[in-house]
């Protein structure tokens, strides 16, 4: 029979063992319980990881997932050769108000065909058209070019030169440059000053044929600054001259 003493030593190390393997017991279920969670939001991003590199074509943010604090991936299905948004070219800043760039700008935005060359390609046109039909007396040419106001003062011009019996011979050697150097618009009226350098010869004659002004073996360096204006409102894709002056 085991002493007193032998039992209850025994005793101790018997309960010393059940409260070791209670403790064991509860960690490992503790354990399994955080272990178990965690193992499974990894397989399950890895699952969304795998099928979204199989189909691109899925955008990310349909991924669910389980905890709200993970963030989804951005979509990454666009071109993988674009640059990073970091790495992008800086936005042009609007040019200032006031600016010619400016009043450009102001045209096109009501009228999308508008650009500089094909204007300045059109205004060379029409000033060598005015100047032409200006020497030779031709109205009729003249009255779709002009606005009201610079079409009577040509008029006059053209009717005092006949009245005094005299002729005006122009010969546009060429336009040396075509510059715009105002444009504008307002309520809907597009606004563009161009100056023209040109060479030319100019010869005026008398009713018999005598030179009172310029000489026909001279040429000219002639400077004009002409503004067109046009309605954005009408569908006429014209333009018309509405002033003329010198660069003084």
Do not use: C, H
Request: glycine share 8%; charged share 25%; no cysteine.
């Amino acid at each position: 029979m085991p002493s007193k003493a032998g039992f209850m030593g025994g005793g101790f190390q018997f309960l010393d063992i059940l409260f070791f393997a209670a403790i064991a017991v509860f960690l490992v279920f503790r354990l399994r319980s955080v272990l178990g969670k965690r193992v499974g939001t990894e397989q399950k991003n890895a699952r969304d990881y795998a099928d979204k590199r199989l189909n691109p074509e899925k955008p990310a943010n349909d991924i669910r997932r389980d905890d709200d604090k993970v963030v989804a991936l951005p979509d990454r299905s666009g071109d993988r050769n674009a640059k990073p948004e970091a790495a992008s070219e800086p936005a042009t800043p609007p040019a200032p108000a006031g600016t010619l760039e400016f009043g450009l700008a102001q045209i096109r935005a009501v009228d999308s065909s508008f650009s500089k060359d094909g204007f300045l390609e059109g205004g060379k046109a029409a000033f060598e058209m005015i100047v032409g039909a200006y020497a030779a007396g031709d109205v009729g040419t003249l009255r779709p070019l002009l606005s009201n106001e610079v079409f009577e003062r040509f008029k006059g011009a053209i009717e005092q030169r006949r009245k005094a019996g005299e002729t005006l011979s122009t010969t546009l050697v060429g336009i040396k440059s075509a510059e715009i150097i105002e444009a504008g618009l307002q309520d809907r009226i597009a606004s563009v000053t161009v100056k023209f350098v040109s060479e030319q010869v100019n010869v005026t004659t008398d009713a018999g044929g005598k030179v009172v002004d310029g000489d026909a073996a001279q040429v000219t360096t002639v400077t004009d600054i002409w503004t067109f204006t046009r309605n954005t409102r009408a569908r006429d894709p014209n333009w018309s001259l509405v002033a003329t002056r010198s660069p003084n």
